[in-house]
């Protein structure tokens, strides 16, 4: 368990704790500010082992710099707080960040060495449905199939927290549907803790246990999705979820709430939000 408390430029204050002491991930009060602008304002926010949670919130709210702060990447922030992360974070982007010199199978298993690090490089591969792509560059593979070489890039790691920001959307609807069948898949396999940001209420709620809603740099809304899956957009259950969860966004009745002139949430009839 790797913690910054104070500054979170200083990772040497990092120290050991004991394997599943707690929550995997434990933020408290964690404030980031920009040019006297604050964006996360004593956030608090705990995510239990194996806890896949999805985090929701307007653009420009700030969940970028929460994933950014909990992925240890922000090393320039003056924050003040609490911000503990398990050791083997992996983190997946909108775009698959693959180096393009390097072939697929290189690609999934960079950074790491020793004995068996290419078996597991094929395991990984082919959990994601890609088995005999091994050489392939990245170019020649689709957006959908390089987003699964960094979801194969991300689990070959064995991570206790997988944090993901949009990962999801550059892709075109179908794709999006069946990336979501294999991340649930994989994360009933692996049991990471996940930290998945996005747009996409149904994909928040078709794939977390729990939804947050980030609004003026707090977690102010909370819904646990307890819907078995498979689960069906079209589940009474499931609509109550997404009609809640868009009004805590500003969208009520399929368009704008009356909202003040910074309101940046897409006028968007809650179909078209939806998948
Ligand atoms: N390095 C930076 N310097 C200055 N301002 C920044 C920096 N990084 C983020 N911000 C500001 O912080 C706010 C939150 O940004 P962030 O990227 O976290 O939003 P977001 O919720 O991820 O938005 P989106 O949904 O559009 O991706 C924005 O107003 C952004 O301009
Ligand atoms: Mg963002």
């Keep these: ?14 120290e050991r704790q004991p394997a599943n002491a707690g929550p995997a991930v434990d933020v408290r009060s964690l404030v980031r500010s920009f040019d006297e602008r604050t964006v996360l304002d004593h956030l608090d926010l705990a995510i239990e082992p194996g ?3 999805a985090l929701l919130g307007r653009s420009g709210s700030g969940k970028s710099t929460l994933l950014r702060a909990l992925a240890g990447l922000d090393h320039d922030v003056e924050g003040t707080g609490l911000v503990e992360v398990p050791r083997n974070v992996s983190v997946v982007f909108q775009d698959s960040r693959l180096l393009p010199w390097q072939r697929v199978l290189d690609n999934v298993t960079l950074g790491l060495s ?3 690090t290419a078996g597991k490089g094929r395991e990984s591969l082919a959990e994601v449905g890609l088995a005999g792509r091994e050489q392939a560059w990245p170019n020649q593979l689709s957006g959908g199939e390089q987003q699964r070489v960094a979801l194969a890039r991300s689990l070959v790691r064995e991570p206790e927290l997988l944090l993901a920001d949009e990962p999801f959307g550059s892709l075109d609807a179908l794709t999006r549907i069946r990336m979501h069948g294999l991340l649930r ?3 009933e396999r692996h049991r990471p803790a996940v930290l998945l940001v996005t747009h996409d209420v149904d994909e928040a709620i078709a794939l977390a246990d729990r939804v947050l809603v980030l609004t003026d740099g707090r977690v102010d809304t909370e819904v646990e999705v307890t819907i078995d899956p498979p689960r069906d957009p079209s589940d009474p259950r499931f609509a109550e979820l997404r ?3 868009l009004a805590h966004l500003g969208i009520v009745n399929g368009g704008l709430q009356a ?3 910074d309101s940046d949430v897409p006028s968007r009839r809650p179909e078209e939000v939806s998948r």
């Excluded at 368990?1 to 990092?14: D, F, S, V």
């Design 243 to 245: 009609s809640r969860l």
């Design 185 to 187: 898949r994989l994360c």
């Design 51 to 53: 806890e896949f949670v």
């Design 259 to 261: 909202a003040g002139p």
């Design 1 to 14: 368990m790797a913690t910054y408390a104070g500054r979170l430029t200083e990772p040497a204050a990092a």
């Design 114 to 116: 020793g004995p068996g």
